[in-house]
């Protein structure tokens, strides 16, 4: 069965960086598209950035140029670099793969992970 597991995770001072880091089991890597999406304290979870199979990449305006995504379909291994972290950065992140329906940030994902904390003070 699909499993995603995230890590990386934890905190940092305003400015500062992370990478998250997501392990995917249960499918051959490149097969789907995959993403980032986070829930900020008492806030919907949102789309974070996405990247599909040919490697195209979206990323929601509140992201762009300070994080990046990438994959290594070898390892099945799913990442986010984190830089210049603010504040409202902080939140719970999440790993999904499977596009169901929809493309790009409206993608509704079936697989999910557990989450990591990003706490940015």
């Known amino acids: 069965h699909v499993q995603l597991v995230e890590s990386g995770g934890g905190s940092v001072q305003a400015g500062g960086s992370l990478r998250l880091f997501c392990a995917a089991s249960?499918?051959?890597?490149?097969?789907?598209?995959m993403a980032w999406f986070r829930r900020p304290v008492d806030k919907e979870r949102e789309a974070v950035a996405v990247?599909?199979?040919?490697?195209?990449?979206t990323y929601a305006d509140s992201v762009k140029g300070r994080f990046t995504i990438s994959k290594d379909n070898f390892k099945n291994h799913l990442y986010l670099q984190m830089n210049m972290l603010k504040p409202d950065d902080t939140a719970t992140c999440y790993c999904?793969?499977?596009?169901?329906?929809?493309?790009?940030?409206?993608?509704?994902?079936?697989?999910w992970g557990q989450g990591t904390q990003v706490t940015v003070s």
């Open positions: 999904a793969a499977h596009c169901l329906r929809g493309r790009g940030l409206s993608c509704a994902f079936g697989y």
């Open positions: 249960g499918f051959t890597g490149g097969t789907y598209s």
């Open positions: 990247i599909d199979t040919s490697g195209t990449t």
